[in-house]
């Protein structure tokens, strides 16, 4: 019995919404509504597929151009609605970002351009490729849509590498219609081993070009992983292997040695973060089931195609990785450094290679300029600004995608930022081999990184007003009445 006065706690009456659900049974909420995040990720698989329609080869290049289109659309579009959410301004790479294209603006001025037309295409196509940094923050409705968008990466790459597998089996079926890299100036035989007698092409995957299913492998592998770490049921646990399998035996295909290079980064860091994190169950199952995908996927590709297809990435073994690279694309990298950037502190000009130059140039106006590596084509194109710029906006991405993966108290969402410090390394390195920043992937660079702080910015906000007594009570206290 209380005394005279005594506060006595009681409980809040539950809200309308709390009493409907417990009426219904408890039913589950349902998750945060789809969005731009999750259409994008769909588009960046589903509109290079378009290209495996008959009759569609004519349509390539705009089908190329929108996939990147649809990024800077959606910056437009969110930009628009001019709402502010917490962490949709606040990615620290985005000053370096802005700064990186203000200096592309200047650059199309540059007097060594190939063209007006030419030097603002090559601009927007490294604006194209930024921009999620920009609008993926207000694109995430919540943090729960982060998982979503890793479901969804995992399963486009995994879906592009099992159509990649059976392109090697069955090319007849499941190749694309026209591949044009075949009428290249070897006719498509650079393009084509010999294993098990019979001829591989590099399978595309749901692109129209051979190897470029290699990403995809990656993507796939890594993630099915991931997401086989996670209490899942166990038919989706073994799905999720299986895919990673077949992502592997993707990799294996395409005879993509810097993939398997790559893969082996973002199983190291990821391990790394893991043991950081004092996560030991998910590192010890990501250490047997890796050694699983990694080892089964090889016998297994030897067993159907013969010792031919692993004979390749043998060598990253037997020969000297410096030297296998210097003949390779370091060269490139080595001549950008040593002479193009002294040459050229303020860059060469843009325009004049790569798929820019292919749509707009002259064919009677041979370019002097070839670019196969991320480092010569900043160094070419903006010399000593978009070099220290675009580095500079990287590398503080990736640290503040550490610092979620190591420090947000939300586990899902450092989880996911583990993963996405794994996968975003693997982009990273393809920078010695491709000019990923110009590509698909180096939009998903942007898009993993920016919606990781955001999510992680309102787990932050969300944490803190959940400490405040005024904005989330307990309990109401209530004064009994005298003589109870």
Known sequence: MAGDGQAIPVPAPASPRAR??????????????????????LSQTFLPALLFIPGSSPARTPIRVAAYAIATAAWVLLAWRGRRLPGSDTFPARPWLMFCTVWLGFSVFHPNSYSMVAASAQAALYIAVISPAFWAPLALNAKQQIGRVMALLFLCNALSSLVGVAQVFRPETFNPPVIPAMNNAFQGEDLIYEAGGQKIMRPCGLTDTPGAVAPAGLAAALLGLCWALLPIATWKRLASVGLAFVGMAAIYYTQV??????????????TALLALRQDYRKLTLLT?????????ASLWVMRASGDAVNERLMTLFTSNPAKLYGESRGGFVQHAFEEVLWDYPLGYGMGWWGMIHASFGDPQRPTPVWV??????????????LLIGYVGALVVAML????????CKDREVAYWGAVIVAFNLSILATCFSFVAFLSPIGIQFWLLAATLHAADARTRTVSAKSKSPRDSPKTKMTVAPPGL
């Open 257 to 270: 040695r810097l993939t398997i290079v790559m893969l082996g980064i973002t199983l190291a860091a990821l």
């Open 20 to 41: 409907s659900a417990r009426r219904s049974g408890g039913s589950r909420a349902k998750g945060p509504a789809w969005g731009w995040l999750e259409v994008f990720v």
């Open 400 to 407: 503040d995608s550490i610092r979620i993966a190591l420090r």
């Open 372 to 385: 196969e590596v991320m480092w010569p084509a900043w160094i070419y194109d903006g010399g000593f600004p």
């Open 288 to 296: 047997v089931l890796g050694a699983i995908v990694v080892v089964g």
